[in-house]
Structures are given as C-alpha cells and as structure tokens.
C-alpha cells in the first residue's frame, strides 16, 4: 500500500487548488492527487461558450498541465473511503494510505435522472451548456434558430452554478433580441424550483430582464422526458399538496439542465448527510464525524452556492485547517459560505450575485465592479477578461487572491 500524507481526491477547481494552497503554507508536505480524467475543465467558461463569447478550446485543458509538479498524480478513480483503515480504494483494487484526507469529487450530472434526455442530447435541437463539448452546439442553435419556441430548463436544487440554466436563457434570447428574432421567439423557462433566484435581493434585476425578453416563467414545472425526434418535452408541475400533473411542450429548442447529486463513493457511505453530500462543518470544511477527512467543492453539503468562486474561498480554509491538523493545533480558518455567480443577463452586463451562509450579501470584488445588486459592463468585463486568467494562473497556483479566511 502507498501512503501519503495528504491525499486529495479530485483534481477539479477544487482539488488542484487545495494542493496548491497547502503546498504554499508547507513545501514538504508529501501531497497525492487521484484524478482519471486527461482534461480539466473550466466549466465557468462554458456559459460564455454557449452565448458564442468563448472559444470551446480556452475552457479546457490537459490535466498534466495543470497537475502540479510537487504531487503525486494518480491517475485512476476512487471506489471508496475507508476511513477505519485510513484509505481509499481505486477502481484497480489497489489502495492508498493517507494521514489527511481531501475530498474533492465533485458532483454528479444525472443526465439519465430525465427520461430520453442523453440520447437526445446533441441533435433535434436538444443541448445542454452543462454537458462537455456541447455548448457550442448551443451556440449554433442559438445562432441558426430564426422562430419558434425555446424552452430552457432547470433543475431541483442543489446543482452547481444554479444561475447557469437562466444565463444560457439571457444570453440566447439576448442575441434574438439584438438580431430582430425575438418577435419570432417563444421562449420558456421551466423550473423545479418556486423562485427565480435563491437569494431575494437579485430577483427584482433578473425580473426586468424576464420582461425585457418576454420570457414565460412556469415553476415548479420540471422536465421528466424528453423525445428528441418528435421534439416533445413532458413537464411535471405540482400544487405542492402532492398532486402532480404532465403536460407536453413541443419545441424547436430545449436547453436542458439535469439533476445533479453526490458521487455514489460519497453518497452512499457513512460520509454523507441526509440528502447524500459530504457532511462537513460549515465553517472549519472538516467533517463532522472523521476528523482526518476535509472536503470542499461540489460535494460538500454546507449550504453555499456551489461554485468555483466558492472554491476560491474554501481553498484556502481548508489548506490552513488541514495543516492545523496535522501539527495538532485548534482549527482557526473559517469559510463563511462565499459563492458567486455572475449572472450573464445580456451580452456586455453581468449582475454579479456574491453571497454567504443564508443569501448574506459578501461582496468581495471592488465597488466599481459590485455595487449591489444591478447589471454592470465592469462585472462583464470581469467575467469576460479577467476571470479565466486569474482562474488558470491564480486560483489553481494557490494566489490566494482576495480570498484572505476569516477567523473562528
Ligand atoms: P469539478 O471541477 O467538477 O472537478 C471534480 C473532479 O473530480 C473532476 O476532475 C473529476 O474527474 C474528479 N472525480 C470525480 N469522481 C472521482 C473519483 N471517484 N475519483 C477521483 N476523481 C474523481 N462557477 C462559478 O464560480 N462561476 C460560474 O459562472 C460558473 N458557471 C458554471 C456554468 C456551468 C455550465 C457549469 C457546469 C458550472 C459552472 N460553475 C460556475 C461551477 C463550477 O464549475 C464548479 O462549482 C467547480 O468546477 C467545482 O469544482 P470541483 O473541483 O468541486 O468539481
């Protein structure tokens, strides 16, 4: 059995960033990565991908460039967590020891979670920004569709980025607009969920946005099936007293949003809460119950907005508290739930949503940038140019920048 000190599973935003900002604080802790993936994916980019801003290319790149030099790169998948023994499981049946563990997996898209969707997926009209490689064919719809109905989906709560689904809504019916098809255009947001936004002090900026564009907002309205071929979508709506009923939309173009979970490692293990997350403390990102295993990312089931932004900030906490750990001193770094989410509500303005624990507002960009709650270009701007770089250069080279944690 190999052993390492640390161990981190995962080499996502939250993974590589982690190693990166506990080898900052400590060169000589002996780090391993397990990641099977050959690409890493800055999946923040793929809105941009999808509303025809981006390139497809910039927004990955191969995994050994960005696997830092100083760990130790397992390229295999984790099977499980034996926490009893201090190991994780490969999908070979070999084993790795660790003193820390990081978990860093991510989450789960369950594209078969909505009948018909995956094999719909990529032709008839039937994309998703969230699946890899396809944001451009959302791009080539958006561009090619002259009328007709577009329908945009989301999903229940908790998925990651969950201003995604509308973003692709904004920026595709903001391209109509400024293209003289909107007159054409039916468009339909379908949500799971009762709101528009999870945090109330966004809603009224994301509101005029819906009636600028003429959009329909149906809630508690979720995609069940999709038929590709005869271009048909069956949504579920509920009254909330348990009484449910189908309807078939037909459409020229859905852009679909799947439900997303824990990995199975995770949910299905003595790590997870009640809902399947990695059932970590809000603050210190330890686990409640092992207190060698530390997580961040997707999976954690803390209650922030999952994000790479929010990755930004628990780095940091988690690399200090780990470290902490090892040399048995008290846990000082707190992480206050920071996420973000720039909310690309038309091709040059971004209402830049950056909030905490229970939708507190935490602004952590300067005043000219985030004022509050309305679109701006200097929000664009930082999305746009500024955010890839300090994503690939900064975040995942442990720059902590503006991302100082606070104190227990
Ligand atoms: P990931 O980056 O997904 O990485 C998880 C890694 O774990 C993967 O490399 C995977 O291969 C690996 N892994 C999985 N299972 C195993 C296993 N069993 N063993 C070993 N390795 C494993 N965030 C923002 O901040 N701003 C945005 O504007 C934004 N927009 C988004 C738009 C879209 C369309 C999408 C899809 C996401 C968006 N996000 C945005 C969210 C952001 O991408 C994620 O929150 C972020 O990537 C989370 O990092 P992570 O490391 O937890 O997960």
Redesign the pocket.
């Known amino acids: 059995v190999k052993t390492h000190t640390v161990v981190i ?7 590589i960033s982690v190693a990166a900002s506990i080898h900052k604080r400590d060169r000589n802790i002996d780090i391993a990565i ?4 050959g690409k ?1 994916h800055y ?2 980019g ?2 941009m991908v999808g509303g025809g801003v981006f390139r497809p290319e910039v927004t990955s790149r191969p995994m050994s460039e960005v696997m830092p030099a100083y760990v130790s790169w397992y390229q295999k ?2 099977a499980a967590v034996d926490q009893d023994k201090n190991q994780v499981c490969l999908d070979d049946g070999s084993s790795i020891e660790y003193t820390a563990l990081v978990l ?3 989450l789960e898209l369950n594209w078969g979670g909505i009948e018909g969707l995956e094999a719909a997926l990529g032709s008839n009209g039937v994309t998703s ?2 699946r890899e490689g396809m944001a451009s064919y959302t791009w080539d719809m958006v561009r090619n569709l002259e009328r007709g109905r577009a329908l945009f989906t989301q999903p229940p709560m908790p998925i ?2 969950a201003g ?1 689904p509308q973003k692709a809504m904004y920026l595709s019916a903001d391209y109509w607009l400024k293209h003289g098809m909107l007159k054409n255009m039916d468009i339909q947001f379908h949500n799971a969920g009762a709101v528009l936004f999870g945090v109330p002090d966004y809603v009224p900026a994301l509101e005029a946005y819906i009636g600028k564009y003429g959009i329909d907002v149906n809630f508690q309205s979720t995609l069940v099936a999709v038929d590709g071929p005869a271009r048909t979508a069956v949504f579920r709506s509920s009254d909330g007293e348990g009484n449910s009923q189908d309807r078939e939309v037909s459409f020229d173009m859905l852009h679909a949003v799947p439900p997303q979970r824990a ?1 199975q ?1 995770i949910r299905e293990s003595a790590l997870a809460n009640e809902g399947g997350w990695l059932d970590l403390a809000d603050d210190t990102l330890r686990h409640k119950n092992v207190p060698n295993i530390f997580g961040l ?3 954690s089931g803390t209650g922030n907005a ?4 929010a ?1 930004r900030k628990q780095a940091p906490v988690v690399a200090e508290n780990l470290i902490a750990s090892l040399r048995d001193e008290p846990l000082r770094a707190a992480y206050l739930g920071y996420g ?3 909310l690309t509500v038309e091709n040059g303005r971004i209402v830049l949503a950056e909030f905490g624990y229970g939708g507190v507002l935490q602004p952590s960009f300067p005043k000219w940038i985030n004022d509050g709650t309305q679109a701006t270009r200097a929000a664009w701007w930082l999305k746009a140019k500024q955010l890839p770089t300090l994503y690939w250069h900064g975040m995942l080279k442990g720059r902590e920048w503006l991302a100082r944690p606070a104190r227990r």
């Open positions: 599973v995962g080499g996502g935003a939250a993974g397990i990641e099977p993936a890493h999946q923040p793929w809105t998948t984790v860093a997996p991510g920004n969230y990651k980025c995604a990995p490692f990312g997707d999976v999952k994000t790479a932004a990755v973000s989410c720039p």
